[in-house]
């Protein structure tokens, strides 16, 4: 049990947190500012890495994934930077899966040699929408000839080239989002990220909701009817759903995600990151302050990131492990769950099976296309008493 992780394995996660603007739809840990200095953070990116490291002696890193925020608003020198720490850190695996996120407009694209001399292997783009009144609502900086042109470069650079959709966007119709997915999977090289539009609160989107000024949306029987046109049409396509919201072409799935999904352990670097690591027999979940000028002054004052690091139980690590494994088509591994001490759940999971949400098969256990709806609710089933 305590190195469980290893079935999944060992990875960097990289937080950018800085954005030319905020999109009214996201809630993630990003921030405008006018100037960074970005010496000054790759600087603190180097220490916690080598503070990581003197932690996970002799692990391989299997995946590395910059994240943000933008990551492609810093300089390639500064992800050099960052990669040679985690080289001297830690051996890397012979395939190490290398990602950045990045925006398509003419200036980041510019980057894109730069990032691939630097050692990124792959490129994840926030492209969100192939409609230019789309993009506008959506509160992006470029359009879709921008996107294009970016998507064009990156594919002579990276063998590896992935895109995100937002899709149950404002007046959005079913026949306009089939059309649009299948204009992106003709173009698209080995994998797409496709998420259905939600208004959280906190967000510019949430406000004008809250006020009624957020008009057009569908509504959930639409929204329903989009996931389906989803599942159907990139499944024809040969990109069917390897998790909810993810699609690849075999072989080409994200293995940093897969590493989250599958419970392995991973360093969680920069302002809001999480990690969670397994050592000296606990795993233990670490986080960052959400603040960038409060986590990079805590690294040059303490010479630690971390805001907290605390040991996660029995009870956590079992609904944490079903909660990520079963939004894996795949599903979880029967073996691994009993090796955590799941043999308890196996009759709610049984009652789940004889209603068509879960199924057992080849030592697995997976939801269903119906289960995969309703998964918050299955695992309030499966851990019920």
């Keep these: 049990m305590a190195e469980d992780w290893q079935e999944a394995g060992f990875g960097l996660y990289v937080h950018w947190p800085f954005c030319q603007a905020k999109c009214p739809y996201c809630d993630f840990n990003s921030h405008v500012v006018a100037n960074v200095d970005q010496s000054r953070w790759a600087d603190a990116f180097e220490r916690e890495i080598a ?3 003197a932690e996970t002696d002799g692990r391989v890193l299997r995946s590395i994934f910059f994240g943000g925020g933008t990551p492609s608003l810093m300089q390639p020198e500064t992800v050099a930077r960052v990669l040679n720490a985690a080289r001297a850190a830690w051996p890397f695996a012979n395939d190490c899966e290398i ?4 925006n398509p407009t003419s200036v980041e694209a510019a980057r894109f040699g730069g990032y691939a001399d630097a050692g990124i292997n792959r490129i994840s783009m926030g492209i969100q929408a192939l409609n230019d009144d789309d993009l506008r609502r959506l509160g992006r900086l470029h359009d879709v000839a921008d996107a294009m042109a970016a998507f064009d470069v990156a594919r002579t650079l990276f063998d590896r080239v992935s895109f995100d959709l937002i899709y149950a966007r404002q007046e959005q ?4 989002w089939k059309d649009e997915l299948r204009r992106a999977l003709d173009m698209a090289v080995d994998h797409l990220s496709l998420y259905q539009l939600t208004i959280e609160e906190g967000t510019a989107f949430g406000d004008r909701y809250a006020a009624g000024r957020l008009r057009g949306l569908p509504d959930e029987d639409r929204a329903a009817d989009m996931w389906d046109v989803t599942q159907e049409v990139t499944s024809e396509a040969g990109f069917a759903a390897y ?32 990690g969670r690591l397994t050592l000296d027999g ?18 040059e004052t303490t010479g630690s990131g971390e805001a907290l690091r605390e040991t996660i139980d029995h009870a956590d690590r079992l609904a944490e492990f079903l909660l990520m494994g079963l939004r894996v088509t795949d599903g979880i591994d029967e073996i691994r769950l009993s090796r955590l001490g799941g043999d308890v759940l196996f009759n709610n999971i049984s009652k789940l099976v004889s209603l068509d949400l879960l199924e057992r098969r080849d030592g ?3 939801a269903t296309p119906q289960g995969r709806a309703v998964l918050n609710s299955i695992l309030r089933e499966i851990l019920s008493d």
């Design 51 to 53: 503070r990581y490291a």
């Design 282 to 299: 606990a795993r233990w979940a670490t986080e960052t302050p959400l603040a960038p000028g409060a986590w990079i002054e805590k690294i």
């Design 364 to 366: 697995h256990i997976r």
């Design 99 to 102: 990602t950045l996120e990045a």
């Design 243 to 274: 998790e909810v919201s993810n699609h690849a072409r075999p072989g080409a799935e994200s293995r940093h995600n897969l590493l989250y999904w599958k419970s392995g352990d991973y360093v969680g670097i920069g302002p809001g990151a999480h």
């Design 173 to 176: 119709t079913l026949l306009g």
